[in-house]
């Protein structure tokens, strides 16, 4: 028995989240999948994928074989695999984010805060004519580089296609200020890329968004949902019931150990 169990059952989620339309070569205990040729490779990823072996080495060794340019970066719940940390950074890995990972249960997510006043938010897969604005409005949220957002747009589109993926949206006119995904499998789901316009913060609309959400996943038999949480952020989700059960870490290949799937 774990002596983690919700962040075994919050990476066991990561997981199955991470092999979902990708292409999964075993390295060791280490897995790494790649999306479809042609993607980017930030959407490559390797994860844990069998027991903690006693030396994580020559599992670390078989992901730096996939070659130059093919290792993806790895996600991972860090109290569940103390001694990978070093065994990466000994072959020039880098931890490039520690977060706090978070999750929510049946029980919590069936007393959620209520609901805001207003129209509920909108979603996605119900409107899927909005989902180029509003992976630019997401994107431009994060910092991230404009039209970067896009990376994600046959991935979301498929998602909400098939079910796997839940989103909804704050609209002003046709504007998304604010949004949020929920990405789901047979472990629970992730509520990942909660995000509000620059200029329409502080307003509850987040919060908003976020318990629309959770309220629709309870309703699709949803119950255990996780998240790794900025530290900006983690009030607003402890408003929402979660409770912090570990940390998540994301490592870095070494330089020139960048990703092209293989
Ligand atoms: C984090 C983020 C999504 C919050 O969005 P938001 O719409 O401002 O969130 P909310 O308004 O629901 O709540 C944020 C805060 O505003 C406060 N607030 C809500 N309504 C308010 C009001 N009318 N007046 C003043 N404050 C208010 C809330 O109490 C909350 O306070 P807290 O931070 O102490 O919990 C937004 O800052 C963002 O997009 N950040 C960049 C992307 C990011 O980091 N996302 C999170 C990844 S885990």
Request: charged share 20%; with cysteine; proline share 8%.
């Amino acid at each position: 028995m774990s002596r983690h169990p919700e962040l075994a059952r919050a990476e066991r989620a990561l997981v199955l989240q991470a092999r979902h339309g990708r292409r999964a070569v075993a390295a060791g205990a280490l897995l790494a999948c790649f999306a479809p040729d042609g993607s980017d490779d930030f959407l490559h990823i390797a994860v844990p994928g069998a027991a903690d072996p006693d030396d994580w080495a020559p599992s670390v060794r078989r992901l730096l074989e996939l070659g130059p340019g093919r290792v993806p970066r790895l996600e991972f719940m860090e109290e569940l695999h103390p001694d990978l940390p070093a065994a990466l950074e000994a072959r020039g890995f880098r931890t490039s984010a520690r977060a706090a990972a978070m999750v929510t249960t049946a029980g919590d997510l069936g007393r959620l805060p209520d609901a805001p006043v207003g129209p509920p938010p909108l979603h996605l897969a119900e409107a899927p004519r909005h989902l180029g604005r509003f992976l630019d409005a997401q994107a431009q949220a994060f910092g991230m580089a404009p039209g970067s957002g896009r990376l994600f747009f046959d991935r979301l589109r498929a998602g909400l296609a098939d079910g796997s993926v839940l989103a909804a949206a704050r609209l002003e006119g046709d504007t998304p200020v604010s949004g949020a995904t929920l990405l789901v499998t047979s472990e629970g789901a992730e509520l990942a890329g909660v995000w509000t316009s620059p200029e329409r913060r502080r307003r509850g609309l987040a919060l908003g968004v976020c318990r629309h959400l959770l309220a629709s996943a309870l309703d699709h038999g949803v119950d255990f949902v996780w998240l790794s949480a900025a530290p900006d952020a983690a009030h607003l989700y402890r408003r929402l019931g979660f409770r912090r059960v570990g940390t998540q870490v994301n490592v870095e290949p070494p330089a020139g150990g960048g990703t092209a799937a293989p």
